[in-house]
T-cell receptor
Framework: DTAVSQTPKYLVTQMGNDKSIKCEQN?????MYWYKQDSKKFLKIMFS???????INETVPNRFSPKSPDKAHLNLHINSLELGDSAVYFC?????????????FGPGTRLTVT | QKEVEQDPGPLSVPEGAIVSLNCTYS??????FMWYRQYSRKGPELLMY????GNKEDGRFTAQVDKSSKYISLFIRDSQPSDSATYLC????????????FGTGTRLAVRP
C-alpha cells in the first residue's frame, strides 16, 4: 500500500536516448510534482499538475515533457538524454493546489546517462 | 545567493544529544516552513510544517520559525542513531505559490 510509487527505480541509458519515468499515488491527492535532485542533494521543482492541469513549469529544457493522464498519475518523458540529466528524480503529491506544505515523496528514480 | 541557505554539515553528535538544525532565507514572502528527513537512497519524508512564526512540537522534534530574522530551526531531543539522515528545510508562499524551495540539506550522524 505504497502511497507514492515510481517506476523504474534505476535507469541507466546512453546519451541521445528517450526514456520515461512513471509515477502513481494512491492518496487521493489532486496535485502532483516532479523534482530533480542533483549530485549535491539539491532538490529543485520541475513541474506540478493539479487535477491533470499544469500549474508549475520551471525553467526546464523542453526535452522534458510531463504528462498526467489522470490525477493519480504523472509521467515524465525525457528526449535526447544528456549527461547532465543524470540525477535522482522524485515524484511527490499533495492534497490540492494551495496546500503545498504537506507533500509526500516517492522513492525516486536514479537516472544515469552514459 | 540562494533563497534558502542551509549548512551542509556533516554534523556528528553522540546518542542522546540535542541537535539543532537551521536554515536562513531571503524571501520574506515565505509563509510555510517544512522540515523533511531523507535517508540515504530514499525519498524525502515530511517531519513537520509550520505556518508563519512560532513553534511547533511533535514528539522529540520541535520546529521554530522567526520570520523577523528569516531563520528557522529544527531541534531533535534525545537523538537516536536512527535519526542519522539528511535534513532538508523547505519553504513556500507568496509569489512562489505552491513551489517548495529547498535548502541543500544538513547531513546528521548520531553516534551510538
Amino acid at each position: 500500500d505504497t502511497a507514492v510509487s515510481q517506476t523504474p527505480k534505476y535507469l541507466v541509458t546512453q546519451m541521445g536516448n528517450d526514456k520515461s519515468i512513471k509515477c502513481e499515488q494512491n492518496l487521493g491527492h489532486d496535485t502532483m510534482y516532479w523534482y530533480k535532485q542533483d549530485s549535491k542533494k539539491f532538490l529543485k521543482i520541475m513541474f506540478s499538475y493539479n487535477n491533470k492541469e499544469l500549474i508549475i513549469n520551471e525553467t526546464v529544457p523542453n526535452r522534458f515533457s510531463p504528462k498526467s493522464p489522470d490525477k493519480a498519475h504523472l509521467n515524465l518523458h525525457i528526449n535526447s538524454l544528456e549527461l547532465g540529466d543524470s540525477a535522482v528524480y522524485f515524484c511527490a503529491s499533495s492534497h490540492q493546489a494551495g496546500e503545498p506544505y504537506e507533500q509526500y515523496f516517492g522513492p525516486g528514480t536514479r537516472l544515469t546517462v552514459t | 545567493q540562494k533563497e534558502v541557505e542551509q549548512d551542509p554539515g556533516p554534523l556528528s553528535v553522540p546518542e542522546g544529544a540535542i541537535v539543532s538544525l537551521n536554515c536562513t532565507y531571503s524571501n520574506s514572502a515565505f509563509q510555510y516552513f517544512m522540515w523533511y528527513r531523507q535517508y540515504s537512497r530514499k525519498g524525502p519524508e515530511l517531519l513537520m510544517y509550520t505556518y508563519s512564526s512560532g513553534n511547533k512540537e511533535d514528539g522529540r522534534f520541535t520546529a521554530q520559525v522567526d520570520k523577523s530574522s528569516k531563520y528557522i530551526s529544527l531541534f531533535i531531543r534525545d537523538s537516536q542513531p536512527s535519526d542519522s539522515a539528511t535534513y532538508l528545510c523547505a519553504m513556500s508562499g507568496g509569489s512562489s505559490g505552491d513551489k517548495l524551495t529547498f535548502g541543500t540539506g544538513t547531513r546528521l550522524a548520531v553516534r551510538p
